[in-house]
């Protein structure tokens, strides 16, 4: 089995910083691509960033220049390093993980989601 554990998210005031992290644990034999979505109440669940198991980086348009992706593969985690956060990033952002097993099968699989809120 496999899980990814998300933390870092919480309140704070439009321009701030939040920096989330999700580590995977469990039966793993490569992580592929990390990546994190967020889903807004009403709206549908969309891609924020997504980084290659060889640290190529890519981002909506919506968070270029503001939100920055990275990895360590050492310790299987994810981070989403959030500056000048806005209103409208308000949601809950999910973890995901595309991850090849033993059997050489790969599948994707996601975090609980954190509530990243940004107050004006």
């Known amino acids: 089995q496999v899980q990814l554990v998300e933390s870092g998210g919480g309140l704070v005031q439009a321009g701030g910083s939040l920096n989330l992290s999700c580590a995977a644990s469990?039966?793993?034999?490569?992580?592929?691509?990390m990546g994190w979505y967020r889903q807004a109440p009403g709206k549908q669940r969309e891609l924020v960033a997504s980084i290659t198991s060889g640290r190529n980086p890519n981002y909506a348009d919506s968070v270029k220049g503001r939100f920055t992706i990275s990895r360590d593969n050492a310790k299987n985690t994810v981070y989403l390093q959030m500056n000048s956060l806005k209103p409208e990033d308000t949601a809950v952002y999910y973890c995901?993980?595309?991850?090849?097993?033993?059997?050489?099968?790969?599948?994707?699989?996601w975090g609980q989601g954190t509530q990243v809120t940004v107050s004006s």
């Open positions: 995901t993980a595309n991850i090849r097993k033993l059997t050489g099968y790969n599948y994707d699989y």
């Open positions: 469990g039966s793993i034999f490569r992580i592929n691509a």
